[in-house]
């Protein structure tokens, strides 16, 4: 009977690890789980083992007082007492070993009794458990839990017009292009993942782009008026002769040239030109830089994976137009040719109204004209915006990256999204659930004593 006990443990130890490798940690209740199922059936299957070779071992004292002992009856007693205790437990096997020298089969029923002692420890090794992240399942169990969309825009219009049918920004979009300016981080938009893992698709948005670029500049020089260096778009700095040391800065906006920027970018924002003289006894350092932003799409991927935010751009987009007023649209910039990886959901319009840009660029405009001078003494500035230019110089990527960054979160806050735009654009939660690994080697060590059981019982039998 022990042995269909044995077999039958045996055979619903590997069919359950079988079912479950691989797969989520299964929790029935919170009193039934897959580990305390395991444990029931090793306890099954090391009692009904060890029976078998109690049994064998217990044999195997007759075997050895009725045979290799024959008509030795002082010792017979103890024979049997040390059979006895071999079959109960470690310390009797490990005497019977080291009794018999290994001379008598019922050593090998020793061996397994010592074996068997490690199933509790070998059997904690069956199965190990990975933190994977798994879908999270919404409250009807039918369907997953989602991911608030990421904060986007499809077309932007946060101008406000007064009785004389002039226009200004709106007070959001004036504070985020005031920090841009002078703001030495500025964060992305915070998004929500309750679980702290979550996926979103790839996701498009209004954003603003922007670069800045070194400029050729052509030089002239006159005895009589000094140097003067000329920027392809007109803007230029003067060094008069026989002025003392000094430095002269200014910022300009300008329609850009020839090679900035690029052709294909056509809602602009703002575009400027920046130019430095610093003026010293033995030569005068002159650079030049052109700077401008544009409204682009981008295609954002978004992934949170531990509560840490990995946020980078898919694709990025500038082509645009401006398209006549019509009975169901003013005169807009919009996006064309859009390509198919950034996941624009099928007839949305991506625009911006062309007064709202006007606006934008009007309020730009002014902020970017200025200039700052050192004559023996501290630097003097125009304004507290081309002092911030003026020190952007030293680090203009970075700079400019602040400040698209700054304006491409305030469109995607004020922006405009079409009904029922967001559906597509919902996220994946995740949670970390334990899976289960059986590591199949650690299983061969309770088979394989089984084994040896059974062929040590029909040996003895």
């Keep these: 009977m022990y042995c269909f006990v044995c077999l039958a443990a045996a055979t619903a130890l ?19 789980q897959l580990n305390a199922i395991l444990i029931a059936i090793m306890s099954v299957y090391r009692l009904a083992l060890k029976a078998i ?41 490990l005497v019977l070993l080291w009794r018999m020298k290994a001379s008598h089969f019922a050593c090998i029923g020793s061996v397994i009794t010592i074996l068997i002692q490690g199933f509790e420890t070998f059997s904690s090794q069956m199965v190990t458990y990975t933190e994977i992240p798994t879908v999270l399942v919404d409250k009807t169990g039918r369907g997953t839990q989602p991911a ?14 007064n009785s004389f ?33 979550c996926t979103w698709p790839i996701t498009p948005s209004l954003a603003v782009c922007g670069a800045c670029a070194e400029s050729l ?67 005068n350092t002159v650079r030049a830089y052109q700077c401008g932003l544009w409204f682009c799409l981008r295609g954002y991927d978004v992934v949170v994976t531990n509560g840490i935010v990995k946020r980078s751009v898919a694709v990025e987009w500038t082509k645009s137009d401006l398209v006549p007023k019509s009975s169901s649209h003013y005169d807009d910039y919009v996006f064309l040719d859009i390509p198919t990886k950034m996941n624009v959901k099928e007839h949305t319009r991506y625009s911006v109204p062309s007064d709202s840009l006007k606006t934008l660029r009007q309020f730009m405009d002014k902020l970017t ?43 995607q806050l004020t922006g405009t999204v ?4 967001n559906s597509k654009y919902s996220g994946t939660a995740y949670t970390m659930a334990p899976y289960i690994k059986v590591n199949w080697y650690w299983v061969a060590y309770p088979v394989s004593l089984m084994v040896f059981a059974f062929l040590y019982l029909m040996q003895t039998v």
């Excluded at 690890?17 to 989520?24: D, H, P, Q, S, T």
């Excluded at 049994?55 to 024979?79: H, M, N, P, Y």
């Excluded at 608030?148 to 017009?161: A, C, G, T």
């Design 14 to 32: 590997v069919v359950l690890l079988y079912v479950f490798n691989g797969k989520l940690e299964p929790s029935w209740s919170s009193h039934l």
């Design 418 to 421: 079409r009904p029922n735009g």
């Design 53 to 93: 070779v109690e049994s064998c071992v217990g044999q195997g004292a007759w075997i050895w007082v009725s045979g290799f002992r024959k008509g030795k009856t002082e010792a017979k007693l103890e024979d049997f007492k040390m059979f006895d205790e071999a079959s109960r437990g470690l310390y009797g096997a």
């Design 369 to 411: 004209l200025g200039n700052a001078s050192q004559v023996a003494g501290a630097i003097t500035y125009d304004t507290d915006w081309v002092q911030a230019m003026e020190a952007a110089t030293g680090d203009l990527p970075g700079w400019i990256s602040r400040v698209t960054l700054s304006l491409t979160n305030d469109i």
């Design 165 to 197: 049918g002039e226009t200004s920004l709106k007070l959001s979009t004036k504070a985020a292009i005031y920090d841009s300016l002078v703001a030495a981080a500025i964060s992305d938009l915070p998004l929500f993942c309750e679980t702290g893992n």
């Design 217 to 283: 500049f052509s030089t002239s020089c006159d005895a009589e008026k000094g140097c003067s260096y000329s920027m392809p778009s007109g803007t230029s700095i003067s060094s008069p002769p026989g002025a003392p040391f000094e430095y002269h800065f200014t910022v300009v906006p300008s329609n850009g040239s020839s090679t900035f920027p690029n052709t294909s970018s056509k809602a602009v924002i703002s575009l400027f030109d920046m130019m430095s003289s610093a003026k010293t006894p033995r030569d």
């Design 148 to 161: 608030p969309p990421l904060s986007r825009s499809e077309s932007w219009h946060n101008i406000v017009s």
